[in-house]
């Protein structure tokens, strides 16, 4: 196989080699969408076994979050210039060794510096998966197989939490990482055997190597000092923090505008309609972040869920979206994505203020849990297909992979803000968080804030978004029909590639 510019030389889908690279590419993308899922009902065991505190689980989720956030723009050039196949595999093997460093861990310290590397290893293998479809297939199987491997991607999403809930109560929390290890190794197997390299041959330029650290430590400032909050610092342990990240946040956009190559082109943002909808993003991901981050340690703490009933307890929501992703962007390509994008977060808000009723009386998962998970899960369907269409739609088509990838770590940062800022909101602090009653009170605030969210999501859109059908923008060449129609974006919304034309892969500068 040779460059990713001349599609018709690209395998067959349904080619002995077309089926191992889809295989290959999903299993890779899979252990990462596992992890999205599966650490949260792990929280409550874990923070026991390793007398953690409450700020300590929380970077056990941002730890992760941080370097996926800060470097997945970065990942898909990595590809483009040295190698798909290579950087993907470089990514699956680094994601597995911190998968092992993360099951072996003595102390919640060590934990949180090896979810760190993990998120290296996720904004490598990611985006790297992706192109490894975009690139390998003819053009004419291109669509099939990135539909394939994003709704095949979205099982392993959904039943992360299930897994995680089996191997929390089985064998140990330590095994919701070490599974990723005979799981990395089948992946690498069958990418050095059977998947062709490519690589793009006329990418040239350095790297946004001081973009991608300002980001993160833009990011790892504010976010210390929000966790920081939660507990009783002086006002300069929480001030420089704050201020360092905001510095940071201002050099970061300061080299991008500079840049011409940047890991962020701002060049997107001049779309109103693309800006317009990555506020909607943070909104609806903040909210969506926040009830995974909160729930599984309502029930288990407050309700007294086992690990495994926790996990089963939101699996709707993941099942809704799977089965109904497709047919809400459809909806949403015929009558346009102003109304979507309005009343799904409104019901989403709905099911969250339902989830008020998980209480450490709640005895019955049909009447207390299941109407508001469903709810929840049918508003979350009719809003995440058409907020990808949207994004994809505001910018031109040689831009679409960048806009997507800007939307999915627009997703990935919101949740990484709401996790280190919900607990001081809600009033949670080390203490509390093991007792039943305090966080059963701190609970209910935490979805009224998360409905809140969506409320505001449902405005912005109501206000920003055209009314009018996507497909009006196909005049302009905008990329209006996502190709990754069935998904679980629980924690973001899926990537999408570039234009066929083009091959630009999200990440790409």
Known sequence: MTAVESPADGVPLASATGRWVLACSVLGSGMAMLDGTIVTIALPRLGEDLGASLAALQWTVNGYLLTLAGLILLGGGLGDRYGRRKVFVVGVVWFALASALCGAAPNSGVLIAARALQGVGGALLTPGSLALVQSTFRQQDRAKAVGAWSGLGGVAGAIGPFLGGYLVDGPGWRWIFLVNLPLAAVVVAIAVRHVPESRDRTASGGFDVLGAVLAALALAGITYALISASGDPSALEIALPAVAGVVCGWAFLRTERRRTSPMLPLSVFSSKLFTSTNLVTLCLYAA??????????????????????????????????????????????????????????????????????????????????????????????????????????????????????????????????????????????????????????????????????????????????????????????????????????????????????????????
Not at 303 to 332: D, H, Q
Not at 481 to 490: L, N, S
Request: proline share 9%; with cysteine; net charge neutral.
């Open 288 to 509: 969506i972040g926040g009830v995974f981050f909160v729930v599984p340690v309502q029930l288990q703490i407050a309700a007294g869920y086992s690990a495994l009933r926790a996990g089963l307890a939101t699996l709707p929501v993941t099942v809704l979206m799977l089965l109904l992703s497709a047919p809400a962007g459809a909806l949403a390509q015929r009558i346009g994505p102003r109304w979507p994008l309005t009343v799904g977060p409104l019901v989403t808000a709905c099911g969250m203020l339902l989830l008020t009723r998980i209480s450490p009386g709640s005895s019955s998962y049909v009447l207390d849990v299941l109407p508001a998970v469903v709810v929840q899960g049918l508003g979350m369907c009719l809003f995440v297909a058409p907020l990808t269409a949207t994004v994809l739609a505001s910018v031109e088509v040689d831009h679409a992979g960048v806009a997507s990838g800007v939307n999915n770590a627009a997703a990935r940062v919101a949740q990484l803000l709401v996790v280190a800022a919900l607990p001081l909101a809600i009033g949670l602090s080390d203490q509390a968080y093991r007792s039943p009653h305090a966080v059963d009170t701190a609970f209910g605030k935490a979805m009224v804030i998360c409905a809140c969210l969506c409320v505001a999501a449902s405005v912005l859109a109501f206000l920003l978004v055209p009314s009018g059908a996507l497909d009006k923008a196909a005049d302009e060449g905008a990329p209006v029909r996502p190709e990754c129609t069935a998904h679980c974006g629980v924690t973001a919304p899926p990537l999408e590639p570039g234009s066929p034309s083009t091959q630009g892969t999200p990440g790409t500068g």
